[in-house]
């Protein structure tokens, strides 16, 4: 089972920067892709990106298209997102998982079972 580790979270100003990194601890098979998810309720975790290193498979939630690129190192098997333009609304725990690779093709993402990480808080302030 690959175990995924968070960081790069903070707090930043509306309008400003972050890159959020996802390292796994091992090797990610074709048949699925990495995703970055955030809290957005006690219940709900929305997918807002993903992404195949094997592919070059892509997706953005409307919320963050255009503001969030998401690329990955496989010299390190890391994936980061890189946030920019943030905003208040923005403000969450940030989760990265291993997601279905059908799933980041046609958008939202699904995990693949419950491994999540411990998450990496981003506060946004106005």
């Known amino acids: 089972e690959v175990q995924l580790v968070e960081s790069g979270g903070g707090l930043v100003q509306a309008g400003g920067s972050l890159r959020l990194s996802c390292a796994a601890s091992?090797?990610?098979?074709?048949?699925?892709?990495i995703g970055w998810f955030r809290q957005i309720s006690e219940s709900e975790r929305e997918g807002i990106s993903c992404?195949?290193?094997?592919?070059?498979?892509?997706y953005y939630a409307d919320s963050v298209k255009g503001r969030f690129p998401i690329s990955s190192d496989n010299t390190t098997s890391t994936t980061y997102l890189q946030m920019n333009g943030l905003k208040p609304e923005d403000t969450a725990v940030y989760y990265c998982?291993?997601?279905?690779?059908?799933?980041?093709?046609?958008?939202?993402?699904?995990?693949?079972?419950?491994?999540w990480g411990q998450g990496t808080r981003v506060t946004v302030s106005s």
């Open positions: 998982g291993v997601v279905y690779l059908y799933s980041c093709m046609r958008g939202p993402p699904m995990v693949v079972g419950t491994n």
């Open positions: 091992g090797f990610v098979a074709p048949d699925y892709a």
């Open positions: 992404f195949s290193s094997h592919d070059g498979t892509t």
